[in-house]
């Protein structure tokens, strides 16, 4: 397997959804201050006092600002894979800098260990300095092990960064399907379809899902009606791979041909969301759309505009296929 850079990937996982994460990590700060009106990320590395010092970064500064009240909060976030490299020293230099530069906001440190396997040996969680009853120094950070979640108690929970960082948490191996199944699903009725297409790799990467067994899954989620959608866009992607892999190959016959199949089934997928978004219906009833042409399709596209009830697009469909409506 390919080097992964865990740091950028869980970094762009918080750019994208800093909202969600403080709701899951600290939800006792939106209990405290009242919902978020808007957040920020704010520079990396802090002004160096030297400029022959060392620079020091963390991963992601991100500052809050909530709506019932004034308050700030500086989310300082780390992601550690590798525990060894960790150093509560640097973290407590960094979280001082911050407070120096923003002395108008609480600042929060948060490490968040994404490594699976049991440690032998703990981090320091905490400095205390004390000179008899007086506290010269105590610092601590928010500490998360993702290890120690178990995936099934998060399968019912409406948070998409949860549901993406399941095959990051422990299971036994029987249940890597169903949280590799849990993980798909969930990402793609929480987030928009760019972030799911995004972040199904995520989910493959951490559940070290292959080609093969990719395959495999989408067999399964064939039996399974609730996941028609999910499964469209699965294969779209498992699609496009296999156009990239034909083209490197020359047949060109094959590439037209899925090209053709994958423009198909794109444009199947979106008039189902269109038609689920306005006229919220079930999944079951995107079946409807099976079997009709491409320019049936063109067409349904524009009356989806115009028409106020499902009825109407279900008629027009039935007739169409029938070939009494030309």
């Known amino acids: 397997m390919a080097q992964i850079s865990h740091d950028q990937n869980f970094k762009n996982l918080f750019l994208d959804f800093p909202v969600e994460a403080l709701e899951w990590i600290l939800p006792e700060t939106l209990q405290q201050f009242g919902p978020v009106a808007k957040y920020e990320f704010v520079r990396q590395e802090p002004k160096k006092q030297k400029l022959t010092d060392a620079g020091f970064l963390l991963d992601l500064p991100i500052l809050f600002t909530f709506r019932n009240r004034k308050q700030m909060l500086l989310w300082l976030t780390e992601f550690q894979e590798d525990k060894q490299k960790f150093s509560i020293y640097k973290l407590l230099h960094y979280t001082a800098d911050k407070m120096e530069a923003y002395p108008e906001a609480l600042v929060v440190p948060t490490v968040i260990f994404s490594d699976r396997r049991r440690w032998k040996k703990d981090v320091i969680r905490q400095l205390d300095a004390q000179l008899n009853s007086r506290v010269l120094l105590h610092f601590e950070y928010i500490f998360l092990k993702l290890f120690d979640y178990q995936a099934a108690d998060y399968y019912n929970c409406p948070n998409p960064v949860v549901k993406i960082l399941l095959p990051k948490m422990q299971y036994k191996p029987e249940e890597r399907w169903e949280v590799i199944r849990q993980a798909y699903i969930g990402l793609f009725q929480l987030a928009s379809a760019p972030l799911f297409?995004?972040?199904?790799?995520?989910?493959?990467?951490?559940?070290?899902?292959?080609?093969?067994?990719?395959?495999?899954?989408?067999?399964?989620?064939?039996?399974?009606?609730?996941?028609?959608?999910?499964?469209?866009?699965?294969?779209?992607?498992?699609?496009?791979?296999?156009?990239?892999?034909?083209?490197q190959k020359g047949l060109q016959k094959g590439l037209e041909k899925g090209l053709e199949k994958g423009l198909h089934e794109g444009h199947l997928g979106l008039l189902s969301r269109q038609m689920m978004k306005k006229y919220q219906r079930p999944f079951d009833d995107m079946k409807i759309l099976d079997g009709l042409r491409p320019e049936d399709m063109l067409v349904l596209g524009e009356m989806i505009l115009d028409c106020d009830t499902f009825s109407d697009i279900e008629k027009w469909i039935q007739q169409r296929k029938t070939g009494n409506l030309s």
Do not use: N, T, W
């Open 197 to 247: 297409q995004k972040y199904a790799d995520f989910i493959d990467i951490y559940a070290e899902v292959g080609e093969e067994e990719r395959d495999m899954i989408l067999s399964e989620m064939k039996e399974r009606k609730e996941f028609f959608m999910i499964r469209k866009y699965l294969m779209e992607e498992g699609l496009q791979k296999g156009l990239e892999k034909g083209l």
